[in-house]
């Protein structure tokens, strides 16, 4: 086991163990939110035909050319029929001819523009134009979205409402995502006491159980809570019997250099390789990773803002990964400071920052309080300030990397 690491090297190892799991279809209706398994092709072009965009008449662009608002004369036309969306006209429109269109109707043969209605004037079985029209003017193209063969869609890509759209268009009804990883959580900890429980003097409840669930939930895995074990050899041996089915492990507490922080031994002692063991973070130095088989193994702090922190940092990246997602989270950026910091260096940390409501570009300012035990921090920041290890100021005004704590 490597001890006290640095983050990269933390993550790198945490990345290089995660992999991508297999495909499972799933009914379009509950995509959102997956991740594409594969690459999906448009098996036609989209739109499938060329098309009218506006209500008005398909003419050859050509006959309308003396029309204008300076054209002494309109130009007059016959209507060959009347076109509603939904099939595709028999006829060809041929010189100074025109068919009567809808929006969405296939472009009649012969026509190469439709003039919008407002531009015209029907009498009888003819029609006058008022303006000129150019070719191609209000038709959308066959295959101006998506071409026959065209990746309308990237294995990896986050399945939102938009995507949800092009799946539709492309015919897809059943979708070949990732299978979501099993997450499943454990807390530790003799004090701790789930709400709803009854509570003594001395003891506190339990926020890492449903905050890390909830945190599995977002990051787009299946989690599962497994309750509370105590810090005793028993207790947590059944637990981890329990978590043996899971892709990934996660446990709170227990983890640094006290008494009763058994969770470290009793893991290896449950089969569980450990891979590192401390990372130069603040919060979250105590984190543990390992591995059993497939599954990975991590040991996050007590403390609920350095649990969360740990979570992110290195949980959320591993499910990320076993999703397929092509850059695994959590989201980076870089904003400006908006007031100074100053640190005690020696470890990378990650300030919670809240940022700025407005204006052209993004501003953030670390959280007056940054103790770990305050949890409504987490509540009040969106996302963490990156300093590097060396740093022991920064001026107001600099730029600074950011990370975002919510989905992206
Ligand atoms: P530990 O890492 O077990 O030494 O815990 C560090 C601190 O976090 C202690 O103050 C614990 O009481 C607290 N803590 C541990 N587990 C939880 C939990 N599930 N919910 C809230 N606080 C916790
Ligand atoms: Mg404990």
Redesign the pocket.
């Known amino acids: 086991m490597t001890l006290m690491i640095e983050y990269q090297d933390a993550r790198t190892l945490v990345l290089s163990a995660a992999k991508a799991l297999p495909a499972e279809p799933v009914p379009l209706a509950e995509a959102l939110g997956r991740t594409l398994a594969r690459n999906v092709r448009a098996r036609e072009d989209i739109p499938p035909f060329t098309k009218a965009t506006m209500d008005g008449y398909a003419v050859r662009a050509a006959d309308t050319r003396r029309s204008g608002p300076e054209a002494v004369g309109e130009v007059e036309l016959g209507v060959l029929e009347d076109l509603p969306a939904g099939r595709p006209s028999r006829r060809t429109v041929g010189p100074c001819q025109a068919i009567r269109i809808m929006t969405g109707a296939p472009l009649p043969d012969g026509a190469d523009a439709v003039v919008m209605v407002e531009d015209t004037e029907a009498f009888g079985r003819s029609v006058r134009v008022r303006r000129e029209v150019r070719p191609g003017d209000n038709i959308g193209l066959a295959g101006e979205d998506l071409r026959t063969n065209e990746v309308a869609l990237e294995r990896g890509t986050v399945i939102g409402p938009a995507e949800t759209g092009v799946l539709a268009a492309a015919g897809m009804a059943r979708v070949p995502v990732t299978r979501r990883p099993k997450l499943a959580v454990i ?3 003799d ?2 006491v789930e709400p709803g429980e009854r509570k003594r003097r001395g003891q ?6 449903p905050a890390l669930t909830a945190m599995a939930v977002e990051a787009g895995a299946a989690a599962a809570y497994l309750g509370i074990a105590r810090d005793r050899k028993a207790s947590l041996a059944g637990k981890l019997a329990r978590g043996k089915g899971a892709d990934i492990l996660v446990l ?5 250099v ?1 008494d009763y ?1 058994l969770v470290k031994d009793e893991l290896q002692a449950a089969g569980v390789r450990p891979v590192f063991w401390q990372v130069r973070i603040k919060p979250g130095k ?1 984190v543990f990773f390992g591995v059993r088989g497939r599954q990975l193994v991590f040991g996050l ?4 803002t350095s649990a969360m922190v740990a979570f992110l940092l290195f949980v959320r990246p591993a499910v990320e990964t076993m999703l397929g997602r092509k850059v695994p989270g959590p989201a980076a950026g870089r904003a400006i400071l908006a007031e100074d910091i100053t640190l005690k260096p020696g470890r990378t940390q990650f300030l919670r920052g809240v940022l700025a409501d407005s204006g052209p570009v993004l501003r953030v300012a670390a959280y007056g309080d940054q103790r770990s ?1 305050v949890l409504r921090s987490m509540v009040r920041s969106r996302v963490l300030i990156v300093v590097p290890a060396d740093v022991r100021h920064i001026e107001a005004g600099r730029e600074v990397e950011i990370i975002f704590m919510d989905g992206r």
């Open positions: 807390a530790t900890g004090e701790i506190i409840r339990n926020s890492n159980g709170s507490g227990g983890v640094s006290g922080d105590p702090p007590g403390n609920p035990g």
